[in-house]
């Protein structure tokens, strides 16, 4: 099997279409990735000093372009997870001055003092993450996704700390092994990035941060030709889900809910505003993130209301 | 058991001190208490001509006040939902023109043509809601819920439509039989208003409308004398809650977890930095109303990630 | 001429229909009414204690409500402010921690440390505002205006913090000699409310504070009958202009400019997608406050545009 | 004097550190810029249909980039600009379906029906733009300027489209002719692109679209070594500007009056806190834009209430 990863020093901080391939994959294709933690691997102590490790803006390195052969624009892209590996025996979350979502920003700026750096390193092991040796609280089980999946723009190249119509830094815990995630092909080769590995992580990501763990993920690539959707999809056994990517927070859930409105609409035959009203009593949402430069909301359609005739 | 509800066109459309009390319980008492539906039980077709049924500011129709002997400014008013019956075969839900997720509203104001008003009843037997019978879908399970609850401001009487510090309309599934509802208590007597029953409702309610019925609820009234909550906590066996009400989104979010990480601090000894952090890891979220006059994100702890010793 | 003020201890800290009448006005009246300033002229030091003088809820005191004979719901109300005299010799301005454009606050929460609370008595004389003693800077010109006015909802008793469709603490410099405003009219009466008087004021008014001052203003009241507004509107000599309230701030731009549109095709005959499209080429905005429970905005049309035939 | 402007069909719509200059400047040097309109020159009739001509990535085509010999990282790049000269006898502006401050757009996402395409030619003679001929207005006075200006960002390439701490789409009436734009230098050269010139723009610029014309403009190239901006200045005669962009617009004012208040600090000496409270009563607002992918906000400084010593 294919293993892809970017040379170190490599690794892409922009989801665009100016950097080289590093790998190439057919259609139909499972290929192993290998991805490191958003800090670039450089944390291996509760004493490191972020704010010399985030050096603005070489800041949640990608694994990438991946170019698909014989994606084109106007197809989509499928990734299919089968696998995360954690390949560390420790993720780190840390409080960074000036970033997360109950302190001043640089977008929701604020004259207060800013809040301390703090680093913690969660031991990882047999399945579980343990918060804190200092607070005695029930291991957190490991639920590895990735924070940023995404495929180029036309002509843009977008920090890989951004989400957006492209994926890119969402930071929805449904990009899980089990999960199939639907993204644009804007380029020829679709160019596929990937990286910002969570061993776990809480709806919204309230301080910015999550359990970041490098990762080793084994996914089976696939297209749909001459298939658009305007904003990136996920499928699970359980949920048709969309993903809007925003600010402010209502027009992410907006995206994601006029999508997800427009996909029951489009391939199962719902009339758009019966699925708006059907929605209205059965969907579910998940706040995928609350700190990073677009917000993230995840509409959710169970499918087991999806039409049985 | 005492049976509390308003008569015939004495329901109130604010929260507020004005009105006088139209019962009074002791804490810890168990009472019962009637709602009507947010249309005022008044739409019994699926023909039903809802721009002449809705006469704003006259909707969403509440039971109350409730005046609570002993209850004081300083005070929290805790209301443990024991049960929530409907009393109608059917649930109601609509499309409402310039209201909604995805729609001009009079807020977010836009120039495009209106969509149509639409009407439909949700048949309820057996615990289910029968979402249509043109779509042959499966059944949704019953989960009643208030959608507005919540307890009289010092000087403002706020629309019912609205939510906030107070309570109000939330649209907050959470606030269903067996979870305790804790709210401010602001004057004397505490002044609790309950309405807007939901047989069912999808997260962030995005057309504006869940499965609206009229309800026999079982309540406990409680009293936490001289404990301030700055806006409404729940509390489950799974879940410590925190409830924001705001605009833009993000602010609710905010709101909610400040006062979820306020809690962890204050009553389980999690300094208020390592609860933000550990929220990060662990919280879930729910968005309950996309729509209203104030959006409303609930902040939830899970409990088994309580400090264990 | 009618001077009308409230007793000592009887001024009112929301707009709503639920208090008694100060003052009983004809249409076409001319009166004098009296206003404290926003801390009830409790501020005569810059050593005052801020945190201790502001007691939520009852800050910004308004004179009123000032009955209007022969107003009912469907009129406007008109306000005519011939002048505003200021009645004291200095104005007083603030920062007041978690209050503020630049800071965390009760909507937008974090986690930082509060930013002091400070005092800045500013000497009013010879139609100028002196900043501070101690900054050498130009002399401010005194141009005063009324930071809240507004007529009660129908239900509703709104803080007489907030701005709305009611009108209330817009903080709007438009709102001053020389210009109309209209009010909806939602009660018999109309029942309005008058305060909040500010010497000077920037632009979004950004810590919050403006030099706060008491006030003694004459106003000519008009009423047009069955004449709906849907939001304040104010005229001047140069510009026809609406104002938004609401968060986001986009909201607030919407509105107004949603009305500034609807005015300009129902009493000027300018179809309303040309006015739309005209806007965008000469209409100005004023920025009113950033700072309130509801932000707000002034959208302006210069009557220079207006159709000359 | 060097006269710089791209090959037909090499305009960027992006700006980023992707493409090779166009051109180099020394600094202090005085060139001339000639830019198309935000259609690529592409509408000359009011029947021109503007779904076919916009074909995203490609609208709003700007020159450049322009290297700026010298010019490094933490630099600052200034922009006096001299005369901007419109080389049509013509404007455009138009509605865009889906585009715009009061329709539902791709983030603000509805269900409503779409508003039509319009497009209209604006006559421009004699320093004047005659808004129709159809309506009977005054004409409306020539105050060209350009809605697009700004320097490459360190790794990404930002569509023409959107405006942020790197310069871009502002449509901020304040860069025009008389007054000097301070950019941030982020990559070897700064790497300046211009475009976008309007003839007249309301604030907000509320359809989404200005008087679009193509220019041919005089600027002075400067440079202030080891000097950071965080977001775009502008200085005239009468102002200190700063200039946010972000959504919710409350968060690009929030920016702007940080950004403003921390040069009054930095450069003139005024702390910070007393700043803020000085803004508060002297600061002017000009709302820039309530269309495009972030909004921008101006606050602007009086020079006039600089410290006299």
């Known amino acids: 099997m294919q293993i892809i990863t ?5 690794f892409s901080y922009v989801i665009g279409p100016y950097k080289a391939p590093v790998a190439t994959v057919q259609p139909g294709e499972t290929v192993i990735v290998e991805t490191l933690d958003a800090f670039e691997n450089r944390i291996d102590s509760p004493d490191a000093d972020i704010t010399k490790i985030i050096t603005l803006p070489y800041v949640n390195p990608l694994t990438g372009p ?9 197809d989509t892209l499928t990734v299919a997870i089968q696998s995360i590996e954690v390949t560390r025996d ?20 604020t004259l207060n003092p800013s809040l301390p750096p703090r680093v913690m390193l ?18 957190i089980p490991l639920e590895p996704f990735y924070g940023t999946i995404g495929t180029a723009p036309e002509v843009e190249a ?12 969402m930071d929805a815990a449904d990009v899980c092994p089990g999960n199939t995630i639907h993204l644009p092909v804007n380029v020829p080769g679709a160019l596929l990035y990937i990286g910002d590995g969570h061993a776990a992580q ?3 990501e309230v301080c910015g941060v999550a359990t970041e763990i490098p990762t080793r993920g084994t996914l089976t690539i696939g297209l749909i030709k001459r298939h658009v959707v305007a904003t990136p999809r996920v499928e699970s056994d359980e949920f ?16 994601a809910f006029y999508e997800l409105v427009m996909w029951l609409e489009t391939e199962y035959g719902i009339e758009r505003l019966t699925a708006y009203q059907l929605c209205s009593q059965v969907a579910r ?25």
Chains 1, 2, 3, 4 share one sequence.
């Open 122 to 139: 969660h031991p990882i092991a047999n399945n579980e993450v343990t918060f804190s040796q200092d607070l005695d609280i029930a291991p």
């Open 158 to 169: 977008i920090s890989s700390l951004t989400p957006g119509f492209h994926g890119g830094n």
């Open 66 to 74: 991946i170019y698909i052969d014989g994606a084109e624009k106007g």
């Open 202 to 204: 809480g709806d919204g």
């Open 285 to 309: 949402v998940r706040l995928a993130n609350m700190v990073d430069v677009q917000y993230s909301v995840v509409a959710k359609f169970p499918k087991r209301y999806l039409p049985r005739s």
């Open 90 to 109: 420790y993720g780190v979350s840390c409080l960074i001055p000036e970033f997360g979502g109950l302190c001043g920003t640089v977008f929701t700026r």
């Open 240 to 255: 048709l889900m969309t993903i809007g990517s925003a600010r402010p927070m209502e027009d992410a859930a907006r995206i």
């Open 6 to 10: 970017n040379e170190p020093g490599d």
